[in-house]
């Protein structure tokens, strides 16, 4: 599956620095129909959620207004996907580019067909969709936290210049600088996705993927920066990124007043 932009959260919230959500409602049919095949043509992720925190990630298949259907790719894991078929709610989360679509999903099933299994629900009746602004970004006040411990090569660590609600930046050191030949795969390109654990702090971190927006080559031996963005993030991740952001907004307020 491919991704033009990933996301951070799994619905809308105040981690996404949105308005109120009404502001940003769509209910036209053909309106909602029409972001709906976007996602299908840009073969965006569609990030399914529950509130016991089961999530999964598809895309659109197909668009049905005549039947009132929307059509899934079924995802591999199939207790996950059990999880999420069984829950009474279901929440969708896709981007498109900066543009954040969030929906929620009704009579979600299962349906064997000729061509495989899929997943069926029913067309939504409305639609929200958020223009992201600029997230405050936390700077790396050391070298040590935050860092991004990638999941291959196993136990490579990477420093975390800065990180926000949206994704992160991070150095990518080059082999021959490092001393890492052989042991380093060559430096991303935009569109690879990283996997890791992100250690925000000594005792908090969590599973992450994550996927590179830009490279900025380093001069001579310097790392590398390359611009990643959350593809995605269970929900207690979610919370501990967004406590972490917060209390980092607070020590700054309270390095900025007087006295």
């Not at 999964?56 to 259907?69: F, I, N, Y």
């Not at 929440?91 to 899929?118: N, P, Q």
Request: aromatic share 4%.
């Amino acid at each position: 599956m491919n991704d033009r932009t990933p996301d951070p959260s799994t619905a809308p919230g105040p981690s996404d620095d949105l308005d109120g959500a009404d502001d940003y409602r769509l209910d036209a049919p053909g309106e909602v129909q029409s972001w709906l095949r976007e996602l299908m043509q840009a073969q965006a992720r569609v990030q399914l959620s529950t509130p016991d925190g089961a999530l999964l990630h598809t895309v659109v298949m197909a668009v049905d207004p005549a039947h009132g259907v929307l059509s899934l790719e079924m995802p591999v894991d199939a207790a996950v996907t059990e999880a999420v078929l069984s829950s009474p709610e279901v929440h969708a989360m896709a981007y498109l580019d900066r543009i954040k679509l969030a929906f929620e999903v009704s009579g979600l099933v299962a349906v064997r067909g000729a061509g495989g299994t899929v997943l069926r629900a029913a067309l939504p009746a409305r639609l929200f969709r958020f223009q992201r602004r600029q997230a405050y970004r936390v700077q790396s006040p050391g070298q040590m936290y935050p860092a991004l411990r990638l999941t291959q090569p196993e136990g490579l660590r990477l420093r975390v210049l800065n990180v926000s609600s949206g994704g992160l930046a991070l150095q990518w050191p080059q082999v021959a600088a490092a001393g890492l030949t052989g042991q380093m795969p060559p430096t991303p390109v935009a569109g690879t996705e990283l996997s890791g654990t992100l250690e925000l702090e000594r005792e908090v971190s969590f599973a992450t993927l994550l996927r590179v927006q830009h490279v900025t080559p380093g001069e001579d031996q310097a790392p590398h920066q390359l611009g990643c963005a959350f593809v995605s993030l269970a929900p207690t991740a979610s919370r501990a990124l967004q406590l972490f952001i917060d209390q980092a907004q607070k020590r700054e307020r309270m390095l900025k007043r007087p006295g």
